[in-house]
């Protein structure tokens, strides 16, 4: 027979599993609290300010806090008409012909807060049209020729096309292949561009968590993995001083060009937008997509325009350091392709912002964004006004 455990040593094995139970709640309940805080003193500010805002996207990426501008956004009349409407203004028998057709991405799409189509339709008298090339499915010029195919352009009988990429991705839109009409139906554009104008398919309930009643801004569903997102980007920058994160960067120019109190020198910008460094843009190849649309856009009696809006380094170039300008030299891309250019007509953005900065004008990029402000679309406008025919 067993010798029985002495009373001492029974009571303190009853005590291990409450012990365990006890260190155990502690640790989930400091996990939890520890996150809370995380969130909504530091992470929240940053993750949501592009939501509220309308432009930060650099910020939630970097995970910094947001610094507003002195710089306001301005909100313009709509002087444009875009595609989702056109097509309820088609289905409801009416029929308009307009003056200038765009395609493009964000750029062309308000991005930083600002059509720069309203501000052009209001200073003229121009009927304009914008289609937004559906990102990651269709490039500009394919958007143009699913248009063309679906007999579009000879309902819209367009006198001008501009087409717009921002400059880090016309190498993988434009720059890669010979670019075909794509195989689209009818439909199938209509849900890629303007879904809206499909009757939604889901029904309410009538029980969903709406109003003051919803819990999220406590225990957003993002939380943990935006809270690990921030952490690791802290690390990172411990040992990368001119990043915010694996994909951002922070550079010192040498002016002041933002009106962020304590950023007004400070570039935030893609790493992507450094691609040009490592595999120049096949301009050739981007030479013939464009000379191939421009065809296409004179045998139904338009002139095809080409707008790549510069990347924020490229614009900004001129004002990095010399350490920072022997790293990266200028993208010579646009300079290439306007010296090609024969049938089509290349909008050089950079040429028409440069003077601007060269003025020490703040603000023409969003200093926490990857796209231009009012400012910026306000000189586009002017230019295009002395371009256009």
């Not at 365990?20 to 996990?31: D, G, W």
């Not at 670019?179 to 889901?202: G, M, N, V, Y």
């Not at 120049?280 to 790549?308: C, E, W």
Request: hydrophobic share 40%.
């Amino acid at each position: 027979m067993g010798k029985a455990p002495s009373p001492a040593l029974k009571d303190v094995n009853d005590l291990k599993p409450k012990t365990y139970a006890a260190t155990a709640i502690a640790f989930f309940a400091a996990f939890f609290l520890g996150n809370l805080c995380l969130w909504h003193y530091f992470v929240y500010p940053t993750f949501l300010g592009e939501i509220e805002t309308g432009h930060g996207d650099l910020l939630r990426v970097g995970g910094i806090a947001r610094v507003d501008a002195a710089t306001e956004p301005r909100i313009y009349e709509a002087h444009h008409t875009e595609f989702a409407d056109y097509l309820k203004g088609l289905a409801a028998g009416e029929s308009e012909a307009f003056d200038v057709l765009t395609i493009g991405d964000s750029f062309s799409n308000g991005g930083g807060g600002a059509y720069y189509q309203d501000i052009l339709g209001a200073e003229t008298d121009l009927r304009i049209l914008n289609v937004p090339a559906p990102t990651g499915k269709l490039n500009a010029i394919e958007t143009y020729y699913a248009l063309e195919r679906l007999g579009y352009l000879d309902k819209i009988q367009p006198k001008v096309v501009i087409l717009e990429s921002v400059e880090r991705y016309i190498d993988d839109r434009y720059g890669e292949k010979l670019l075909e009409t794509p195989k689209t139906t009818d439909t199938e554009l209509r849900q890629l561009i303007a879904p809206d104008t499909f009757p939604s398919e889901e029904a309410s309930t009538g029980t969903e968590n709406t109003g003051a009643g919803r819990l999220d801004w406590l225990l957003p569903p993002v939380m943990l993995n935006a809270n690990g997102e921030y952490l690791v980007n802290k690390w990172f920058t411990l040992w990368h001083p001119d990043q915010l994160s694996s994909n951002t960067y922070c550079l010192r120019l040498t002016k002041p060009f933002f009106t962020n109190p304590g950023r007004e020198n400070q570039l935030l910008f893609y790493d992507e937008e450094l691609a040009y460094t490592k595999r120049p843009i096949r301009t050739d190849m981007v030479d013939k997509n464009l000379q191939n649309a421009a065809a296409l856009a004179k045998s139904h009696g338009s002139q095809l325009y080409f707008m790549p809006v510069a990347d924020k380094i490229d614009l900004y170039h001129p004002w990095l350091s010399e350490a920072d300008k022997a790293r990266w030299g200028e993208n010579p891309f646009i300079g290439e392709l306007r010296a090609k250019a024969q049938t089509y007509t290349v909008i050089d953005t950079r040429a028409i912002l440069r003077p601007l900065l060269e003025q020490g004008e703040p603000d023409i990029w969003w200093q926490d964004d990857t796209h231009w402000t009012w400012k910026a679309a306000e000189q586009i406008s002017s230019a295009l006004q002395k371009e256009l025919p």
